[in-house]
């Protein structure tokens, strides 16, 4: 893999139901985000990670959780999906510097 | 509270100039991006201004104005390629980007 991978693509999930989304990257960058967008709004951060081992919080957690067991991986987790929890999701990794790198994204509908 | 703006929407014609305006309110200021994003696609970077000025990179230029909470992008010789939605983001004294809602960028023949 070269850069930022997310999987899945896409999810339809009922209301209720645990999901992880993945995100791994391969350019060795200590910090990662995960973001949430939302037609009309800016990207929101739900959670971060400033290098493995470590997690914070970010804008909108409620709802979400993530470990960051090694550099690479970087997972999400809805522990009981909400249809509010329905968006666009965007890993990203940041470069020495702040540049930040994205993930093609996951759309997740909870119905 | 932290804020940035701008407008929602604009409308350009092939092969002209436009400007994108963003300001912003933050905690602290540790530097201002702006990230490009097609439909349906991931952002990418296009700039990064940390010090007042205008920074060039072929068509696309930036600038800030941090005594203002001001900054564009600048967009020339537009082609429909263009047609996209730019995002400015701040990074404030937490090192956290915060980021606008986008503008988007439609561009007519």
């Known amino acids: 893999i ?3 991978t997310q999987a899945p693509t896409s999810q339809i999930l009922a209301a209720g139901r645990r999901m992880t989304l993945r995100c791994t990257q391969d350019m060795r960058h200590n910090a990662m985000y995960w973001y949430r967008q939302d037609l009309g709004l800016g990207l929101r951060l739900i959670h ?3 290098t493995a081992g470590t997690t914070g919080k970010g804008e909108v957690p409620d709802g979400y959780s993530v470990s960051r067991a090694n ?6 987790t809805l522990a ?5 929890q329905t968006s666009v999701y965007f890993c990203a990794s940041v470069e020495q510097g702040a540049r930040q790198y994205f993930g093609p994204g996951t759309r997740l509908t909870v119905t | 509270g932290q804020n940035i703006d701008q407008p929602t929407e604009m409308t ?3 092969g002209a100039i436009v400007q994108i305006n963003c300001t912003y309110q933050t905690s602290g200021f540790n530097g201002l991006f702006w990230y490009q994003q097609h439909a349906g696609e991931a952002p990418t970077f296009l700039s990064y201004n940390v ?6 990179k072929g068509r696309f230029s930036s600038f800030l104005s941090r005594s203002k909470g001001y900054s564009y992008l600048l967009l020339k010789e537009l082609q429909m390629k263009d047609s996209a939605s730019y995002l400015c983001a701040v ?6 980007l915060i980021w606008g809602a986008g ?5 007519k023949p």
Do not use: C, H, R
Request: aromatic letters at 8%; a negative charge.
């Open chain 1, 2 to 4: 070269a850069g930022i």
């Open chain 1, 48 to 50: 971060y990670s400033n």
């Open chain 1, 71 to 76: 550099t690479d991986d970087f997972p999400l």
């Open chain 1, 80 to 84: 009981s999906a909400v249809p509010s």
């Open chain 2, 12 to 14: 350009a014609t092939e």
């Open chain 2, 51 to 56: 010090l007042d000025g205008l920074e060039e």
């Open chain 2, 91 to 96: 990074m404030d004294s937490n090192y956290q």
């Open chain 2, 103 to 107: 503008t988007k960028l439609i561009i």
